[in-house]
């Protein structure tokens, strides 16, 4: 057989491989994406509330440094001053710091999702290696961020070559303008500035995050023989096993509950245990066992016969003898026959005085059976 690390990857990850890297923090990220996300939303900001931090900045300098005589030789009064300018100064900044907070966490979740693992932090050997770090170094990704970096170079130079010859000329005439009306209009202009060096850096994006998560899916595309051996790792779980033993005792009841309304009689305990039985007229097998159940399912069985109009006749000794020694799908046993005659026979003349409209037999009493299957008349589950 050949190695696992001969053979070619060609499949998909399955589920559990990619919850297994989700675990260990190997999850699909682009770098470029959450720094243009950041980059964004800095931008929007400043040009939604640049106007207002500049106004109450300079409002709070205007305050801090007008400062009384008798103040000044009182250091908690300046203590005081410097603390009230800070917060001040903090309020305005606030909704900016927020909004950073918040496109720093949306950007790895619009990615990936939000996932947190301890083993991420964990020192490797591998990352703490000169020769692993000279091959990463000259690894294909390292290529990559380099043409990545030169492309994000060139579109900013390029950007701000434009920028700068539309707007040379008024930063020229800021001089002529008052200081508070110079800082508020150059902040406008670099707010722009700002706002169009970001969006020239979502081309970057569009192609970053498209190939990190196809780099992301072929790192850990699996081989044939590693999908084959996870199956049967998988399947080698008890709760695995358990849950499949599970699904297939329901679809097994399902099935036999389906046969229930073709039976000709439900035997009865009357009411822990019920055998349903079906016999083909002309044939040579003996009468078939088609459902069997004990306490609710016994009760399943008799709801569905009623709704299905298939006789019950109660015969507990009979009922358990069957219940322990049939199968579904299985005949009678040899030494059962006589009993199960007698119950088919009362079956077939209770339709005939039905259809004739005859007054109704008395259903049978006592059924015996042998004394071999007496056994199971105080048996349980």
Not at 39 to 62: A, C, F, H, P, Y
Not at 82 to 91: F, I, K, P, T, V
Not at 335 to 341: F, P, S
């Amino acid at each position: 057989m050949a190695n696992d690390s001969d053979q070619e990857k060609t499949e998909e990850p399955t589920a559990k491989r990619e919850e297994d890297a989700r675990k260990k923090g190997d999850i699909a990220r682009s770098r470029e994406l959450n720094t243009v996300v950041v980059l964004m939303m800095g931008s929007v900001m400043v040009w939604m509330t640049g106007d207002r931090i500049i106004k109450g900045m300079w409002g709070v300098m205007e305050s801090a440094f007008k400062i009384d005589r008798s103040s000044m030789f009182d250091p908690l009064e300046t203590i005081n001053s410097l603390q009230l300018a800070m917060q001040d100064a903090l309020l305005f900044v606030a909704p900016f710091l927020a909004a950073m907070v918040i496109a720093s966490l949306a950007g790895p979740i619009a990615m990936g999702g939000w996932s947190f693992s301890a083993e991420a932090f964990a020192p490797k050997a591998s990352k703490m290696s000169p020769i692993a770090g000279f091959k990463r170094m000259f690894a294909v990704r390292s290529l990559i961020e380099l043409v990545k970096s030169l492309l994000k170079f060139g579109l900013v130079l390029g950007v701000m070559a434009i920028l700068v010859n539309l707007y040379l000329y008024e930063f020229v005439n800021l001089s002529q303008l008052s200081i508070e009306e110079a800082l508020l209009r150059a902040s406008e202009v670099m707010t722009l500035a700002f706002v169009l060096l970001c969006a020239s850096l979502l081309v970057v994006v569009a192609i970053d995050v498209p190939f990190s998560i196809w780099e992301y899916k072929k790192k850990l595309k699996m081989t044939l023989q590693e999908v084959k051996d996870e199956m049967k790792q998988t399947e080698g779980r008890p709760e695995v096993k358990g849950k499949i033993r599970q699904l297939q005792q329901e679809m097994s009841q399902g099935r036999m509950l389906e046969a229930v309304p073709q039976a000709d009689v439900i035997v009865t305990n009357p009411t822990h245990f019920a055998v349903a039985l079906k016999y083909e007229e002309g044939g040579n097998g003996a009468p078939i066992v088609v459902a069997k159940g004990g306490d609710l399912m016994a009760a399943q069985i008799r709801n569905i016969a009623v709704g299905n109009g298939v006789t019950l006749v109660s015969a507990p000794p009979l009922a358990r003898a069957l219940f322990f020694t049939t199968e579904i799908d299985q005949e009678v046993p040899k030494g059962l026959y006589l009993a199960v005659a007698q119950v088919l026979a009362y079956v077939y003349q209770l339709r005939i005085a039905t259809e004739k409209r005859w007054k109704a037999p008395k259903a049978p009493s006592d059924i015996a059976i042998p004394d071999e299957y007496k056994k199971y008349a105080n048996k349980t589950h």
